[in-house]
């Protein structure tokens, strides 16, 4: 008898200390969140080779003024009590519709010389995605990838089903013609050129500019809800139907409440092995890593030592933002609310 009576009081005890253990948990939550900005949202438009000699003002004075009507887009939902999710969608379209960034209008050219474009959404407070991976007549790829999030029951469509899912849901399709442009065209004759020479030791798909110009953005909205999307036109001379980082929910793209959201860029072979943006994630709910830490040890320390080059950008429910990169630049910039907007392209 005695032995039971011991043994339902151990018990009781270790439920109660149980419950102790989750209350400071959640009491460390609050903490960390009590002085959060009211919203914020942090964006890339791509890592590589970006150096003040290879710019020239003006082009310098088009990107600026794109990421800023881009995260102008994203503050007017976030100030307005919208969600994160529609602020990514928001923000993340200007990018696309720019002819300045490798997503959307600007995305590069595959080896055939068509446009086969990639995109993925998460939303942190419910673990929801969703993703499309080669599409060619979508303008903005990143509201297919949403609607996959919120209409299907899948996660990731990619070329032709997923191009007549959106025309199920009623979203326009757009000429081939749109996606051109002339420097991006011209890239992809360079490559092709170094290809013939001989000079592509790396097989098919590295671009010789070494310029990842992929567009993200995460935001934390009112709610304390975080999103993250994702956009590209891959790597330039792709071929086989390649599909990089950028649409793989975990690699280039992802968002939990608990910890953060990431979006990345770079060669996203890397990305995919080394499941990045989960990475981070993991580092902060497994490891009790901060998100300065877990982002740092990711682009500074495990991609570096296997070759992979990038950065990535990330966010978490403190209004905390990381925005490390590997490469000598990253287009790059966040605003949070009662803050004065940052842009920034250069290393230091
Ligand atoms: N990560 C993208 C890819 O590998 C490229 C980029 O970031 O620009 O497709």
New binding site residues.
Partial sequence: MKSAIAFLATLALLVSCDKANTSTTEDDTDMATENAPDWALVIHG???TILPENMTPEREADIRAAMSRAIAAGEEVLSNGGSAADAVEATIHILEDSPHF?AGRGAVFTHDGTNAL?ASFMTGHDRQAGAVAGVTNIKNPISLARAVLDHSEHVMLSGQGAEDFAINRGMDTISADWFYTESRYQSLQRVLEREAEGNSSTGTILNPDQ????VGCVALDQQGNIAAGTS????TN?RFDR????PVIGA?TFADNVSCGVS??????Y?IRWAVAHDVHARMSYGGASLEEAANAVIHEVLPEVGGS?GLIALDRAGNIAMPFNTPGMYRGYKRAGEEEYIEFYGE
């Avoid at 310029?211 to 992929?214: A, I, L, Q, R, S």
């Fill in positions: 791509g890592a590589g490798n990639d310029k990842y110009g992929t590209t036109g891959g790597m792709k599909i990089g980082d950028s280039g990345c860029t770079g060669h996203g072979e990305f990038g």
